[in-house]
């Protein structure tokens, strides 16, 4: 019987499927919803790993990036459907925040969604840091 800490690759993409990338997760994960104006509007629910725990499978040349206010976010898009799958987040400059609703079998997890007040993001976003070190969840 596995652990809840093992490390599973898991794998989603875009809609159309031109994007599609894996991460490794354990079984039981927190993601987030943020409130901020970009992830309040597209329903996107972080769940942040490190570096060394996604990789981009295809699809590549499909992305199209999008950065507003301090320019550290960069918000990838799949070019044909404008789908946003995964992103580098603000919080996590060292990492990617994969969107749960991309997941190919996200019932397969158990997903504990926290609120995270992006709208103060100056107050709350070294909440998040940890989540991108190889040592977290």
Not at 71 to 82: E, I, K, M, N, P
Not at 84 to 101: E, H, L, T
Request: charged share 20%; proline share 3%.
């Amino acid at each position: 019987m596995s652990g809840d800490n093992e490390m599973i690759w898991r794998s989603g993409g875009c809609h159309c499927g031109a994007v599609r990338f894996e991460a490794a997760l354990p079984t039981s994960v927190v993601a987030q919803s943020c409130n901020c104006s970009i992830c309040e509007k597209t329903g996107f629910i972080h769940i942040i790993v490190p570096e060394s725990r996604f990789r981009l499978i295809q699809g590549g040349d499909a992305l199209t990036s999008y950065v507003f206010n301090t320019g550290v976010a960069r918000h990838l898009f799949c070019s044909v459907c404008g789908i946003k799958s995964f992103y580098r987040p603000r919080s996590n400059p060292d990492g990617w925040s994969v969107n749960a609703r991309c997941l190919d079998n996200a019932e397969a997890l158990d997903i504990r969604i926290e609120a995270f007040d992006g709208r103060n993001w100056e107050a709350h976003g070294a909440d998040l840091a940890h989540l991108s070190q190889d040592a977290a969840r």
